[in-house]
């Protein structure tokens, strides 16, 4: 199970720091991700990483603002969102997956339920 947690309501300009719980024994063998939806458009690639948290990769719209982080000793991903953006306001899901997975969301076996994000203008 993943559980996601970390949004809220943010200014233009603002960060958040998304945390996602993962259950389970082989988490440190899982590529991990973060998708988003924003209100009435499709589920999107934010960020993901692999299983020892030495590579990472980013969607061009949020290079460079945000970091994605694991701790495999908790079972945890963190996605540190800064110079927060209106156009960043969505559901933000983080996902597992086995292999390696990127930016593909068919790849990814277990998704949390999603934190919603605001940021106003």
């Known amino acids: 199970q993943l559980q996601a947690s970390g949004g809220g309501l943010v200014q233009a300009g603002g960060s958040l720091r998304l945390s996602c719980a993962v259950s389970?024994?082989?988490?440190?063998?899982?590529?991990m991700g973060w998708f988003r939806q924003p209100p009435g458009k499709e589920r999107e690639f934010v960020s993901s990483t692999i299983w020892s948290g030495s590579n990472t990769y980013y969607a061009d719209s949020v290079k460079g603002r945000f970091t994605i982080s694991r701790d495999n000793a908790k079972n945890m991903v963190y996605l540190q969102m800064n110079s927060l953006k209106p156009e960043d306001t969505a559901i933000y899901y983080c996902?597992?997956?086995?292999?390696?997975?990127?930016?593909?969301?068919?790849?990814?076996?277990?998704w949390g339920q999603g934190t919603l994000v605001t940021v106003s203008s």
């Open positions: 389970g024994r082989t988490f440190s063998t899982y590529d």
């Open positions: 996902a597992s997956a086995r292999g390696w997975a990127g930016g593909d969301p068919r790849r990814y076996t277990y």
